[in-house]
């Protein structure tokens, strides 16, 4: 079986790739199972320059291709918040629960009307070998009042598709895999990884 190496240590993702690449026959593995992966930096000031960074440390550090996901929730109220920062929104310690309760709490009092918002996701695809490849895909939906939901991760609880009538951790991971932002972006990515990988097997 082909496997694909992506540079996170979020299990949430891990489990997305997962699903979406077993589709495709790949296996994949995370740097969940790579011991002593380092952490790499996200001083970038957007979602593909962090992307870059990462793919980049990690394909240089382990000598082989991988992807890597940078992702976040923009919320329009909040002039774009939490952005680039939706991991460590409430601080370092990463606290899914604590990031959603703080937009939340930002958002209280703001009508319905305004709370739209969407999810992005820059993908980077790095070898030592050759130059990077980026692409993105976004998802559009509404921050609601309450959580409601346990499938899924980060702020999925609050995120209400409206196609859908659900928030994102009422999806299926099936559901969420048809339309979600990482799945959009590695769609994107599926035209250029077939060339890509020819030219790495040809290296
Ligand atoms: O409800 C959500 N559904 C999603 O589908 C989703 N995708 C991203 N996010 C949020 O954005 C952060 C990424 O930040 P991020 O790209 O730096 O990843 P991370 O630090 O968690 O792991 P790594 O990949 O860097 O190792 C995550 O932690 C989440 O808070 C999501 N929230
Ligand atoms: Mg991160």
């Known amino acids: 079986m082909k496997t694909v190496i992506i540079a996170t240590k979020n299990k949430g993702k891990a489990k997305e790739f997962e699903s979406l690449f077993s589709a495709k026959g790949y296996e994949v593995k995370t740097l969940l199972d790579v011991p002593d992966a380092p952490d790499v930096e996200e001083t970038g000031t957007t979602f ?55 937009v939340l709490q930002e958002l209280e009092g703001v ?46 609880p609050v995120f209400f598709v409206k196609e859908q009538g659900k928030t994102n951790a009422e999806l299926t991971k099936e559901e969420k895999n048809q339309i979600s932002h990482r799945a959009h972006a590695l769609k994107a990515l599926d035209e250029k990884l077939g060339q890509f990988l020819k030219r790495e097997e040809g290296m």
């Open 48 to 102: 593909e320059e962090n992307a870059i960074l990462k793919a980049e440390a990690i394909a240089h550090q382990l000598g082989h291709f991988v992807i890597a996901d940078d992702s976040g929730l923009i919320v329009d109220a909040l002039d774009g918040r939490p952005g680039v920062y939706s991991a460590r929104y409430a601080g370092e310690s990463k606290s899914d629960e604590a990031n959603t309760k703080k």
């Open 111 to 156: 009508p319905e009307a305004e709370r739209t918002a969407r999810f992005y996701c820059a993908l980077a695809l790095a070898s030592p070998n050759q130059e990077t490849i980026t692409v993105s895909g976004t998802m559009e939906g509404l921050i609601t009042e309450q959580p409601s939901g346990t499938n899924g991760f980060g702020y999925d």
